[in-house]
């Protein structure tokens, strides 16, 4: 089997590594390996992908991943990459979050039979008593070398809290525990927490004398500057409730032409032989690749049925076939009073979240790019009413590929 630390560089996975040699040679044996996950919302999103698909590679290669839930560190607040403190979030909401985690991450990676752990650093971070913990852990860091790492220093010019400063400290102990109670020699993450990793190894070498290993993913962005996981609607999540599997497929089939054989590299788990072939195609062949890209990427995180379904939908709306979408395409419920009223485009598209603002419906509509049922609508203001109703629904479309179906509610 290939070394996983071959496959994580072949794929895009690597940005920083402690020493590319010695990791090698650990991950030749079965080896133990943590993430960790701070619960700040009910979902991961896309941003988190990377990291999942990391752990996800080591159990498939035989190693035993470890995902922290950071009920503990989540009480203080990671300052990496943030310009201003976070909320304080109460242990109700941690704990609330932690259980979405939970059945995301379980979707990507086998937890049955030890295979793989979850673990929540609460358990052990909430019972530490303070005096004890500066004495044993706090005097193994130096201020002078924490201030230099990036993700405080960027945070000394609009302020740093000194409940954040203690951060790194509580992410190094995680480390720690989770050596000294799993054997765990691996830790892994985005790359603003580099520095955050290090303290780890720099504290289990000071402590046990023993060499563990450190490795973060780059920051993905599109070949378009932006950020991963990013659209009109703000966040794509892992859970459908928030971003529907049809959403989520149509997220990737979208991708721009240059990035799909990168993504299909890190969002699949194709052999690298197919990702290179499905890259190397050019002109409309490329939409074939897109859709591998979207089918796969669906499938891993809602499942077959749901990758099907995606799928199947996005070839009727786009290949203009005609069929029942229902249980596909992105739907919203509008009274049926509402309706029979009549609501004006503009304002629709609004409710509908196809646009942010009014004023943004109205300039997409006047310039040509709003359609009810596949007919262009004529002025921002026309009336959407009952008499659009077709088999029960109401079709709506912004621009060439973001649709609505709406659908009375009665009984108001």
């Known amino acids: 089997m290939e070394n996983v630390f071959d496959t994580f560089e072949k794929r895009g996975f690597v940005e920083q590594v402690t020493d590319r040699d010695q990791l090698r040679k650990q991950l030749q044996n079965p080896t133990t390996c943590y993430i960790g996950f701070d619960p700040t919302a009910s979902s991961l999103h896309l941003g988190s992908l990377v990291p999942v698909m990391a752990l996800a590679h080591m159990q498939r290669a035989g190693h035993r991943p470890i995902a922290v839930v950071g009920g503990g560190t989540t009480l203080v607040g990671d300052p990496s990459g943030k310009t201003e403190t976070r909320r304080i979030m109460t242990r109700e909401e941690i704990n609330r979050n932690a259980e979405g985690i939970r059945e995301q991450l379980s979707r990507f990676i086998d937890f049955s039979n030890g295979k793989a752990l979850m673990v929540n650093n609460a358990d052990w971070l909430t019972k530490l008593n303070y005096i004890d913990f500066l004495r044993d852990i706090g005097c193994h860091f130096s201020v002078n070398r924490m201030l230099a790492a990036e993700s405080y220093r960027v945070r000394l010019e609009t302020g740093l809290s000194f409940i954040e400063f203690n951060y790194m400290l509580?992410?190094?102990y995680d480390y720690w525990h989770l050596f000294k109670h799993f054997n765990c020699r691996l830790q892994m993450g985005g790359n603003d927490q580099w520095g955050n990793i290090l303290a780890g190894v720099d504290l289990i070498?000071?402590?046990?004398?023993e060499v563990v290993h450190a490795l973060t993913f780059p920051l993905i962005t599109t070949s378009a500057g932006i950020k991963m996981g990013k659209t009109h609607k703000g966040a794509i999540w892992l859970d459908k409730k928030l971003t529907s599997p049809y959403e989520y497929y149509q997220y990737w089939i979208n991708q721009d032409d240059r990035d799909?054989?990168?993504f299909l590299a890190l969002f699949t788990f194709l052999p690298m032989e197919e990702v290179k072939r499905l890259g190397s195609l050019r002109?409309?062949?490329i939409k074939k690749a897109k859709e591998v890209l979207a089918y796969e990427a669906t499938l891993l995180c809602h499942g077959k049925e749901e990758a099907e379904k995606a799928r199947e939908a996005s070839r009727q709306l786009f290949g203009g076939e005609k069929a029942d979408?229902?249980?596909?395409?992105?739907?919203?419920?509008?009274a049926h009073e509402e309706i029979k009223r009549g609501i004006p485009a503009y304002l629709l598209f609004e409710k509908g979240r196809l646009c942010k603002t009014r004023g943004e419906a109205r300039r997409l509509i006047s310039q040509g790019g709003g359609y009810v049922n596949d007919r262009r609508i004529e002025s921002f203001d026309q009336v959407i009413d009952t008499r659009d109703l077709r088999r029960g629904s109401i079709l709506l479309r912004a621009g060439k590929k973001r649709y609505l179906r709406i659908v009375p509610r009665t009984g108001e």
């Open 260 to 262: 799909i054989e990168r």
């Open 170 to 172: 509580l992410q190094a």
């Open 325 to 334: 979408l229902s249980e596909s395409v992105p739907t919203q419920e509008i």
């Open 283 to 285: 002109g409309e062949e």
């Open 205 to 209: 070498r000071r402590l046990e004398g």
